[in-house]
């Protein structure tokens, strides 16, 4: 299993961060949120999971040990795929989703893409024992660039919703946003997406 890969950030899109560890560009599949904390030509550290398919072997990247430990026990839990389980990660940081299971909190787990009320009690019932308790205050998201917009358009897209779904949430948004950059900070591509997914589970 490959544990981690380090290296230069070769290049960006939506989902996927290359990283040159010894001469060889490593596709790796990401959430939003820790692509935000990437940048081109600068060195990263990503924990891994590498899935092995019939047809194809694929490589998980995550921010840290603990996101790929959840990664990993949330796909013990039947129906639980590692698209899934991204999007879970996507939406809900490690602790929170802790403490989503350990409150049984339905809302949080359908506010992710795929998961309606069934499957929620379903995995509610499923992985309550598993996750462990919540440690404490969830990470603050890395910060994104300038083109929040971009990204955000981008992760929801990946995420499954139309493109003028997106363009809707992304509007949604905007005004956090710009607070933010009023206030001379960077928007947070990790919270503006969890905010989005918000709005576009009311629309439903």
């Known amino acids: ?11 960006l899109a939506p989902d996927t961060a290359v990283v040159e560890v010894g001469g060889i560009g490593m596709a790796v ?4 949120g820790t692509l935000a904390g990437l940048r081109v030509g600068q060195q990263a550290r990503l924990a891994t999971s590498l899935v092995v398919r019939e047809d194809s072997l694929t490589l998980y990247g995550f921010a840290d040990d603990d996101e790929r430990q959840t990664f990993e026990l949330l796909q013990t839990a039947s129906g639980v795929g590692p698209r899934l389980a991204q999007a ?13 299971f350990a409150s049984g909190d339905e809302k949080a787990l359908t506010a992710v893409p795929g998961i309606g009320k069934k499957g929620a009690q379903k995995l509610l019932l ?24 971009d990204q955000l358009q981008a992760a929801l897209v990946g995420l499954g919703y139309a493109a003028r779904e997106a363009d809707e949430a992304v509007e949604a948004v905007a005004p956090r946003a710009e607070a933010v950059l009023a206030d001379g900070g960077q928007p947070q591509v990790g919270q503006l997406l969890r905010a989005a997914l918000q709005t576009l589970n009311r629309a439903r």
Do not use: N, Y
């Open 29 to 32: 599949q990401c959430t939003p």
């Open 1 to 11: 299993m490959i544990a981690f890969v380090s290296g230069p950030v070769a290049a």
């Open 126 to 149: 499923e992985l309550k024992d598993r996750l462990g308790k919540p440690v404490g205050p969830a990470a603050a998201p890395a910060p994104a660039a300038a083109g929040w917009r």
């Open 88 to 100: 879970m990660l996507a939406v809900h940081s490690p602790d929170a989703l802790r403490q989503a």
